[in-house]
């Protein structure tokens, strides 16, 4: 499994309130979500991002409530991976669960910039920043989370079975 796409750079503590302001929360779809996604951190993000692109951060991606909105309104704005020094606890989980991969890596998180080109291999966990031609050790995805990353998340890949 790959991705590779242009970066969106963010800091510490990015909460899932800023992911997907709570005012949006009456919606479920995630196409209805993805149009607020990011909207109260970077209100140029939704207009710009494309299939396959990129997010980066910091530490702690994901903090706040524990809703499933946030992972969900990311993975239906077309982005293919978050990659963040450290997750919250329950966001790493919901992304899982609903098949958005995410990737652990400080030296990624320190040396990659906005608008930079990346690719990850999920079976290695290599990311390359081809913009720099600079290559990051991140934790691989164990083969069950790649199973079900691939079948689109927790739900898809238990009914596939």
Do not use: W
């Amino acid at each position: 499994m790959k991705a590779n796409g242009s970066v969106f750079k963010y800091g510490d503590n990015v909460d899932t309130d800023v992911i997907i302001p709570a005012r949006y929360l009456n919606a479920t779809e995630g196409a209805e979500l993805a149009k607020h996604c990011m909207e109260d951190i970077d209100r140029e993000f939704i207009k710009n991002v494309k299939p396959g692109d990129i997010i980066v951060a910091k530490k702690n991606f994901g903090c706040g409530s524990s809703r499933e909105h946030a992972p969900l309104a990311i993975k239906c704005a077309g982005v293919s991976c978050v990659i963040a020094e450290t997750f919250a606890r329950i966001f790493y989980r919901n992304a899982i669960n609903i098949g958005l991969p995410i990737i652990e890596c400080r030296e990624a998180s320190e040396r990659i910039e906005a608008g930079d080109q990346v690719e990850i291999d999920f079976d290695s966990g290599v990311i390359t920043n081809v913009t720099k031609q600079e290559t990051y050790q991140g934790q691989a995805f164990p083969a069950f989370m790649q199973k079900i990353i691939t079948a689109g998340g927790l739900v898809n890949y238990i009914n596939a079975k």
